[in-house]
């Protein structure tokens, strides 16, 4: 393979454009992430008080080398918020639920 066009393919600028429904964003408090060999699973919901089921409402489907890039990027912009607004406190009074043992972690 031709180191040339490695260079330039990371150099490339990509137009990214935004809808806009997505533009409003999607409001998530629980992730559901499940694996296997081939990609990772996420699927994003929100619970609420007094609301016993949950929907799903985004599902990203990835693979694991682009699972690991996403985790870089994201420890990369928690690192610069905290750097800015100080340290993300977290509470163990989120809500306690009874999923069953299928090797999926909720977060």
């Known amino acids: ?6 260079d330039q393919s990371q150099g490339q600028q990509i137009n990214i454009e935004l809808g806009e ?7 998530s408090n629980l992730a559901i992430i499940s694996h296997s060999p081939a990609e990772f699973v996420m699927d994003f919901t929100r619970i609420l008080p007094g609301v016993p089921r949950a929907r799903v409402h985004a599902r ?15 420890m990369d912009n928690i690192n610069k918020y905290e750097s800015q607004y100080g340290e993300i406190q977290l509470n163990n009074a989120g809500p306690n639920f009874n ?7 909720f977060h």
């Not at 393979?1 to 490695?6: R, S, V, W």
């Not at 429904?21 to 409001?27: D, P, S």
């Not at 682009?66 to 990027?73: D, K, P, Q, S, V």
């Not at 999923?99 to 972690?105: I, N, Y």
């Open 21 to 27: 429904k997505e533009a409003e964003g999607i409001y």
């Open 60 to 74: 990203i489907v990835m693979t694991p080398q682009h699972a690991r890039l996403f985790l870089n990027a994201l």
């Open 1 to 6: 393979m031709d180191n040339n066009n490695n």
């Open 99 to 105: 999923f069953p043992d299928t090797g999926e972690t």
